[in-house]
Structures are given as C-alpha cells and as structure tokens.
C-alpha cells in the first residue's frame, strides 16, 4: 500500500507525459514477402502459440498446478497473451498512436492478470479474485486515457505508466515478504528476470541490430517477452 502511494504522487506530482513520437520510430523496417517491418511483426506469433497453450492447458484435468479459484485470472492471462500478438503485429504494420492503443490494451489484461494470480497465491485469494476486474479495467481505462488525452493534444501517460510499472515494483516485494500457497515463486522470478531482459532489448533497439546485423532490439523485445510466458506454463 505504501509504494503504491509513493507511485501515485511521484506520478501526481511529475505533470502530464505526453507520448514520444520517436516511439514510434523503429531500427528495422525492412519490408519482406510485402510485410511492412516484417520482422517486427512476425516476432508477435510466439505470443499467439504460448497463449493458446495456456488456454488448452487450462481445459486438461491436472495439467496446471494452480489454485483453482485464480482460473479466471489465469484465463484472462493467457487469452490477453495470445491477443498481444494480433495488437503488436498491426501496431507493427502502421506504427502511430491509434494502433499503439490496440497494443497496449492486451497487454494490460495480460499484465494485470498476473499481478491478480501473484496477489491471490501469496496474499490473499479474496483480495486477488476482488481484485481482477477492477484492475483490468483499471488499465484498459489507462489506455483510453492516454489516447484521448493524445487526440486533444495533451497526452497524457502517467495513468498508464502506474498501471505498467507499479506491479514490476510491488512483485519482488511480494515475492520476497510473503509464502506462496503454490510452489511457483522460481517461475516468477524467472518471469520477471526474462521481462526486465526484453525492456534492455526494447530500449537497445538500434544498438542490438547494428551489432548482430540481423534482428533489432525490439524484435528480441518480442521473442524474449513470449520466452518469459512459456517459461511460466512450463512450470506448471
């Protein structure tokens, strides 16, 4: 409770941020079979596999070893992974703000299904199950947020930056302070190492293509982050 109050004022107290348009400005964009920025697109499919794997592990009988009251969560994580794949890929073939929207929105509700699972297995499975809803419609209203607020050119992303960052803060926190009802805390340490290694790569972008010559930064942002997910099913 208390870093999510630090978050809230160091973000009330910062002023809008508005988007940077040098966001949307990626390394490769080689075009292949008539594919715009093809690798960057091709690189979301892992995404779409992982996700349907979660969604057909979830319907075997003893396949995942979870609390079976997080089964939504865990449905709502797998089916919003596999939906990052169809929102990168198109922000990837036009990237602007309008398809940023789309990208980030499933992101949310995969994120914030995590962070649901993570709160119901070593906290609270009331406060964890309470709290799904609210918060993915919590960043899924970031998300609109940001893009009005851009439309009417005053963007605005701290919404979402507390609705992206926070859980990456409260997570380890969690982790550390509290025992798990499942025996999975490895698998979420790994999860996040692999995340925080995609960001490296996200921000690296030109500097990752002009070493290997052959994929960029972001393209490795994708693979590495699909990584993480299928990591996460495998142990269960």
Excluded at 44 to 53: D, H, K, M, Q, R
Excluded at 140 to 151: K, N
Excluded at 197 to 220: M, N, P, R
């Amino acid at each position: 409770m208390l870093t999510a109050l630090l978050a809230i004022g160091v973000l009330l107290t910062h002023g809008p941020i508005p988007q940077d348009v040098t966001y949307h400005l990626f390394v490769d964009t080689r075009k292949i079979w008539s594919i715009p920025n093809f690798w960057n697109v091709v690189t979301n499919i892992p995404f779409a596999v992982v996700g349907l794997l979660g969604l057909y592990s979830l319907r075997l009988p003893g396949r995942l070893g979870f609390l079976d009251e997080t089964r939504m969560a865990y449905t709502l994580l797998f089916f919003g992974t596999f939906l990052v794949s169809t929102g990168s890929s198109n922000y990837h073939l036009e990237p602007n703000n309008q398809t940023l929207a789309w990208d980030r929105m499933p992101m949310t509700i995969a994120f914030l299904s995590l962070f649901s699972i993570i709160i119901s297995e070593f906290i609270s499975i009331r406060s964890g199950k309470a709290l799904l809803l609210p918060l993915i419609l919590a960043g899924i209203l970031s998300v609109f947020y940001w893009h009005l607020s851009e439309i009417q050119n005053a963007g605005d992303l701290r919404l979402y930056a507390l609705i992206q960052f926070y859980p990456m803060l409260a997570i380890p926190i969690i982790l550390v302070c509290f025992r798990p009802r499942c025996t999975h805390v490895q698998a979420y340490w790994w999860l996040l190492l692999i995340y925080l290694t995609a960001k490296v790569f996200e921000q690296l972008d030109g500097e990752v293509y002009d070493v290997l010559g052959f994929i960029s930064g972001h393209s490795l942002k994708h693979l590495t982050s699909a990584l993480g997910m299928y990591v996460l099913l495998l142990f269960y």
